[in-house]
């Protein structure tokens, strides 16, 4: 360090101190200072999917990490104050998501960008008698010309 200088940073695990040299040449030594190396949490999100549907959500999973606390964002916007354990979050709508993982350092996740499907381009229509006997089945058809799912309505 150059003369008046009195910062230095440390970036490397270690004993650190000063030594100073007035201009009689004499010398002395501060007291010294150990740093250590604190590994970064891991900071990971995952999901089976990142498209869905309208109405549907999708989960985001973080890396658990011990005692950390996660701090949600979507669009760099918060979702709420951190949690310890918080590593799920349902994305219920599109956007880029991340984490913020803080334990004695803090480490930022990567993104999962989350999209839209769009849903089929026309509506089905079913028809077939409203009525049935006990014990049989009534069937439906479909005038739809895609696949699609028929779903009995529960009342």
Not at 35 to 64: E, Y
Request: hydrophobic letters at 35%.
């Amino acid at each position: 360090p150059a003369i008046g200088q009195n910062t230095v940073n440390g970036n490397t695990s270690g004993t650190y101190y000063v030594q100073v040299t007035n201009s009689f040449g004499c010398v002395s030594l501060s007291n010294t200072i150990t740093l250590s190396t604190i590994a970064l949490p891991t900071a990971s999100i995952s999901s089976a999917v990142t498209a869905m549907c309208s109405g549907d959500s999708i989960q985001l999973n973080a890396v658990n990490v011990s005692g950390a606390t996660y701090e949600w964002f979507k669009n760099s916007i918060s979702l709420g104050a951190p949690q310890v354990g918080n590593t799920s979050k349902y994305a219920t709508t599109i956007g880029v998501y991340k984490v913020i993982v803080s334990s004695a350092c803090t480490n930022t996740s990567n993104v999962v960008t989350i999209t839209q499907l769009n849903p089929p381009s026309s509506a089905a229509s079913i028809s077939g008698a409203n009525i049935f006997c006990a014990g049989r089945c009534e069937r439906l058809w479909n005038f739809f010309s895609k696949r699609c799912n028929i779903l009995q309505l529960d009342h």
